[in-house]
């Protein structure tokens, strides 16, 4: 049926009653003025004045709700036609048998007048009836929103899951449709459906709902992360705002909706969106509970991620718990064994005034400081990069290799290298840990270490090649290589298999490569020797602005 609006129902019955009652007052001149005569007459007035009454109190909003002021409508014009249609039975009747009136008509227009109050009255019952059984329906919506909010809320450890969950639940109620939630992106200033339920994925990938001035932004969605408050839609065609989404809307059979903004202390994340399939759906006491919900539900998210952080933030303090373990137990072996080396030796030097105690001593606190400034570098790599930069890969490349490369070893470089988006200083100093590696593993070593790190190494000639590849870049020597089983652990801190080396190198490889997002794998270069292959890694055009 038609949805009519109570002052447009109210006044057509206020005035049917005002019609018939000025009918009825200019019928009752000429009667007698006997007791039954002015009952007679003045009852169809009092009937008339009845149904203005009611008909005024039905446009003030006071006695229906708005969706059943049709339905009411309808039953007063049942009464009307049914009791008509007998009082022109009766005048059939009576011009049959030749019983004739003065005035036979008022006869009928009575019985109209009183099948109009009843019908009336009927459509009051019916009205009454209808809205107590909607409001039981209404009040079990409620109960499985608050059982959404008490079971799934307070159980869901992860925003998606916890979105998702929402999702399924509304919609297993008869009157939604479908439930989606938008995700509110603040610096683009638009809402991208994150979780949904009810109707094809197709549809809510083709959803656009923005946060400013445009038809877009115009809608409910706009309306409730700029307002922070919920918004319903009775009928969505009757909505000029929802005119952008109406085919979608009608293709799926969506005849109302409500849009419940998610947020909590001042933060919006995004609305949850119900659709109904039918007109008039969301009354005030459910709006109040959508709301309450939507306030739980971003008290949640606000929760998770705060859980997020603190997770986050513990496994920063264990990984910076393990970094300290390990350097205290560098600077406790390590850095113990030059030091009691130099100071053995400088006592030598005090007692005999040998000059080679003293180069050992020299030897050792150079050692110390190799390890210390190793240390201070290790350290810093756990930092995060705050900014990146665009970097032509070939000019680092070759500035870090003027400082590590030796007379006997070549750097071989492809014509184009590209650009990278990185730290240009931490660049560097993973390209001089890799070379320094690859040029330490060329150099000739005692026979005898060689047997107990498992790895040979060869001669002083050693080529590095650095080449550009889909995901990055890889750095390949053309030395002894490393061992499929040692690829894992020579990024531990402290592992060498040269006795002079600190361990550290590959270990700062490996935090600049994680402050940066990338990754990095350990393999076989064509020649036999050994492969860094770096990945992830963002490739930009020098013209570009920084990432």
């Known amino acids: ?153 307070v159980n869901q450890t992860d925003r998606k899951s916890l979105e998702q ?45 923005t946060v400013d001035d445009s038809p877009t932004g115009g809608g409910p969605g706009g309306r409730a992360i700029r307002e922070r408050d919920i918004q319903c839609v009775p009928n969505v065609f009757a909505d000029p705002s929802m005119e952008p989404w109406w085919d979608i809307l009608e293709s799926r059979g969506v005849q109302s909706m409500a849009v419940v903004p998610i947020g909590h202390e001042g933060t919006v994340y995004g609305f949850i969106s119900i659709y109904a399939d039918r007109p008039n759906v969301f009354e005030e006491r459910e709006q109040a509970v959508l709301t309450d919900l939507g306030e739980t539900i971003g008290h949640a998210i606000a929760s998770i991620q705060a859980n997020e952080r603190l997770a986050e933030r513990e496994r920063e303090l264990a990984r910076q718990n393990q970094r300290l373990e390990e350097f205290a137990g560098i600077v406790s072996h390590d850095l113990r064994n030059p030091l009691t080396v130099a100071v053995g030796n400088l006592q030598l030097a005090r007692e005999t005034g040998d000059e080679e105690c003293f180069s050992k001593a020299a030897d050792a606190l150079e050692r110390m400081d190799e390890l210390i400034a190793d240390l201070l570098t290790l350290a810093r790599q756990g ?49 001089e840990n890799v070379f320094r590696n690859a040029v ?32 990055g870049f890889a750095v390949e ?19 060498s298999t040269n006795e002079d080396g600190t361990g550290f190198g590959l270990d700062i490889v490996r935090s600049i490569v994680d402050a940066h997002g990338w990754g990095v794998a350990v393999g076989e270069s064509p020649s036999g020797g050994a492969r860094f292959d770096f990945s992830d890694v963002e490739r930009v055009e020098p013209e570009t602005e920084p990432a």
């Open 383 to 431: 930092e995060a990069i705050d900014e990146f930069e665009p970097v032509p890969l070939r000019e680092v490349v070759e500035e870090a290799w003027a400082t590590t490369g030796s007379d006997s070893s070549t750097l071989v470089c492809e014509d184009d290298l590209g650009t990278l988006s990185a730290d240009r200083s931490r660049l560097r100093q993973l390209l």
């Open 165 to 209: 969950a929402v999702c399924d639940r509304l919609s297993e109620s008869a009157a939604y449709e479908s439930v989606w939630v938008g995700r509110y992106d603040d610096a683009e200033g638009v809402v991208r459906p994150a979780a949904w339920s009810g109707l094809d994925d197709d549809y809510y990938e083709s959803i656009d709902v």
């Open 477 to 495: 020597d053309d030395g002894p290589g490393i061992p499929a089983d040692r690829r894992e652990a020579i990024f531990d801190v402290g592992y």
């Open 440 to 471: 330490e593993h060329g150099s000739t070593s005692p026979p005898s270490h060689a047997q107990e790190d498992g790895i040979e190494h060869g001669g002083p000639d050693v080529t590095v090649t650095v080449r550009r590849t889909d995901g």
């Open 1 to 153: 049926m038609r949805v009519v609006a109570n002052r447009s129902a109210g006044t057509i019955i206020a005035g049917a009653g005002l019609l018939l009652t000025g009918f009825h007052l200019s019928s009752a001149t000429g009667f007698e003025t006997s007791a039954l005569a002015v009952l007679v007459t003045l009852l169809p007035v009092v009937f008339s004045l009845v149904m203005t009454a009611v008909g005024v109190q039905v446009a003030r909003g006071r006695l229906v709700p708005d969706r059943f002021a049709g339905r009411m409508l309808a039953w007063t014009g049942v009464g009307v036609t049914v009791l008509f249609a007998f009082g022109l039975w009766m005048f059939a009747v009576t011009l049959v048998l030749e019983v004739t009136q003065s005035n036979s008509i008022v006869p009928m227009v009575n019985v109209a007048t009183f099948g109009a109050l009843v019908g009336l009255l009927v459509g009051l019952y019916d009205v009454r009836r209808l809205e107590q059984r909607q409001s039981v329906e209404q009040l079990n919506r409620i109960n499985d929103t608050l059982r959404v909010a008490t079971e799934e809320l």
